[in-house]
C-alpha cells in the first residue's frame, strides 16, 4: 500500500511555544489530507480536511487559528500548533487521499502518527 | 459523527478465529463498511473493506449481513500481534468523505 510519513516522530515543546508537524505522501499524490487528534484511551478525533492549494475545513469545536493548516504540495500537509499549552498534548494523525484518477484514487493511508508533549 | 456500534473490548486465545462484531443500522447503500485497526501508538493501519458481498484477503475476512446492518471481521488464527484497536467505520468509497471512527474493539489476544 502507498506509505505516508509524519515528522517528527515525537516532540516537546514548551508552553507558548509552536511546533509544526509535517505529513507527506511517499508515492502518491494526495490531493486532500486530514488531521486527527488522539488523547490517551480514546479514539480519534477529526480535527480538520485539508485540500492541496485552497483553506482547510475545520471540524466543528477546533480553533483554527490555534492549529495551522497548510497543503502547499500534493505531497506535504504541515499542522502548526501555536501557543501551545499542556492540554495541546495529544497525539496527531494525518491521513492522506490519492487524488481522482489516480492509483490510489479515493483510498486513505494514514501516517505513524506524532507524539506532542506540551511542557 | 461515527455511525457505528462495536463492543468496547473482547478476548481472543492464540491460535482461535477472533470475530469481531460491528452494528451499523443505519448504512446507506453507497457506503462501504471499513475495517482499521490500531496498535498502541502507531496510525490506523487498512484490514478490508467491502459493499455487500463477503470479502477475504491476507490479514482477514470481512462478513456482512443481506440487510448489511451489521457485519463482523474475522482473523482466522489470532496471534499475539494481532492485539489492538480495532474499528469498524462506514464511509462513501472513492470520495474525500472523512473518516469518522467510533470507539472501536481493544482486542487482547491471549498467550
Known amino acids: 500500500g502507498a506509505v505516508v510519513s509524519q515528522h517528527p516522530s515525537w516532540v516537546i515543546c514548551k508552553s507558548g511555544t509552536s511546533v509544526k508537524i509535517e505529513c507527506r505522501s511517499l508515492?502518491?499524490?494526495?490531493?486532500?489530507m486530514f488531521w486527527y487528534r488522539q488523547f490517551p484511551k480514546q479514539s480519534l478525533m477529526l480535527m480538520a480536511t485539508?485540500?492541496?492549494?485552497?483553506?482547510?475545513?475545520?471540524e466543528q469545536g477546533v480553533e483554527k487559528d490555534k492549529f495551522l493548516i497548510n497543503h502547499a504540495s500534493l505531497t506535504l500537509s504541515t499542522l502548526t500548533v501555536t501557543s501551545a499549552h499542556p492540554e495541546d498534548s495529544s497525539f496527531y494523525i494525518c491521513s492522506a487521499r490519492g487524488g481522482i484518477g489516480s492509483r490510489n484514487s479515493g483510498e486513505q493511508y494514514f501516517g505513524p502518527g506524532t507524539r506532542l508533549t506540551v511542557t | 459523527d461515527a455511525k457505528t456500534t462495536q463492543p468496547t473490548s473482547m478476548d481472543c486465545a492464540e491460535g482461535r478465529a477472533a470475530n469481531l462484531p460491528c452494528n451499523h443500522s443505519?448504512?446507506?447503500?453507497?457506503?462501504?463498511v471499513y475495517w482499521y485497526r490500531q496498535i498502541h501508538s502507531q496510525g490506523p493501519q487498512y484490514i478490508i473493506h467491502?459493499?455487500?458481498n463477503n470479502e477475504t484477503n491476507e490479514m482477514a475476512s470481512l462478513i456482512i449481513t443481506e440487510d448489511r446492518k451489521s457485519s463482523t471481521l474475522i482473523l482466522p488464527h489470532a496471534t499475539l500481534r494481532d492485539t489492538a484497536v480495532y474499528y469498524c467505520?462506514?464511509?462513501?468509497?472513492?470520495?474525500?468523505?472523512?473518516?469518522?471512527f467510533g470507539t472501536g474493539t481493544s482486542l487482547t489476544v491471549i498467550p
Open positions: 467505520i462506514v464511509r462513501v468509497y472513492g470520495t474525500g468523505n472523512q473518516f469518522y
Open positions: 508515492d502518491f499524490q494526495a490531493t486532500t
Open positions: 467491502g459493499l455487500k
Open positions: 443505519t448504512i446507506s447503500g453507497n457506503e462501504y
Open positions: 485539508s485540500n492541496e492549494g485552497s483553506k482547510a475545513t475545520y
